[in-house]
């Protein structure tokens, strides 16, 4: 799997990492000003130890869910079925009261394919978190009413993200994610401006450290979702804050199995 280590040389101030996105998506070149760098470790497959796993201990967590919409075709079906059943999944496994999609996206690996324009996303094969704190803030003023923001942000709230297999079991590519006890915020991540042609976000690098724990479920099945914490406001060292995650490539996947196929929700979760 690829974890980011920052350059020594940029263009840009060293304290302002950035990636350009979707300039040229038929390259599949992003301008970076940090390196990738490859590094061999060892991910666990947690299959049989499920419950170790949660969202407030490690940042993610299995759960066994159905869902009622399984066509994955249209965005239409897919926010007027999709969402709502994922937010009472949600809020069944937090005991949040509010739950708020804001987009999602449907990866579908094509070997040989470098175009990743937005109707062609691939599996991300880079460790990495959605948020930093400033654009989970921003989130919260971008999809929220403007007379509810002030309230909301007084209270605890996460952006959490549910990945789910679509068709069939995601063998091909699993995700591995990072158990937030391993992770030093302080030295092992930083914030990467996403810059792309008519907006900007943030997200959070990761840089390799040996003492990080990483996970994976073998085998997820469509009946199966991970939920993904990627921001909580409680920050104060009882929960888990976020969950570094990335795809990668398992040297024990089976010949023969279809590339994967999945869908990944991005909700603001709110509670009181």
């Not at 947690?46 to 949660?54: H, M, V």
């Amino acid at each position: 799997m690829t974890i980011v280590l920052p350059c020594q040389v940029s263009d840009y101030p060293l304290e302002q990492f950035l990636c350009k996105i979707n300039e040229d998506p038929k390259t599949g070149e992003r301008e970076r000003n940090y390196s990738l760098e490859q590094k061999e470790i060892v991910i666990e497959n947690l299959r049989g130890k499920e419950g170790s796993a949660t969202l407030d201990a490690a940042g993610f967590q299995l759960v066994h869910r159905p869902a009622k919409h399984v066509a994955f075709l249209e965005d239409a079906g897919i926010q007027e079925e999709y969402y709502p059943e994922s937010a009472e999944l949600i809020k069944s496994a937090t005991g949040a009261s509010k739950v708020v999609f804001f987009d999602h996206t449907i990866r579908r690996r094509r070997p040989g394919e470098i175009d990743d324009s937005p109707s062609k996303r691939q599996p991300v094969a880079q460790a990495h978190v959605d948020q930093t704190a400033w654009s989970a803030v921003g989130r919260v003023h971008r999809h929220l009413p403007p007379e509810e923001v002030p309230y909301l942000l007084q209270r605890r709230f996460q952006i959490i993200n549910l990945w789910r297999p679509i068709s069939h079991p995601a063998l091909d590519w699993p995700l591995a994610l990072c158990d937030y006890g391993s992770v030093d915020p302080r030295t092992d991540t930083f914030p990467v401006a996403l810059v792309y042609p008519d907006t900007e976000g943030e997200t959070l690098g990761v840089k390799y450290n040996p003492n990080q724990r990483w996970k994976y479920f073998r085998g997820v099945t469509p009946e199966e979702a991970i939920l993904i914490k990627c921001f909580d406001t409680i920050q104060d060292g009882s929960v888990a804050t976020f969950a570094p995650h990335t795809g990668f490539e398992d040297p024990t996947t089976p010949e023969g199995v279809p590339p994967r196929e999945s869908i990944e929700l991005r909700a603001l979760v709110f509670y009181g």
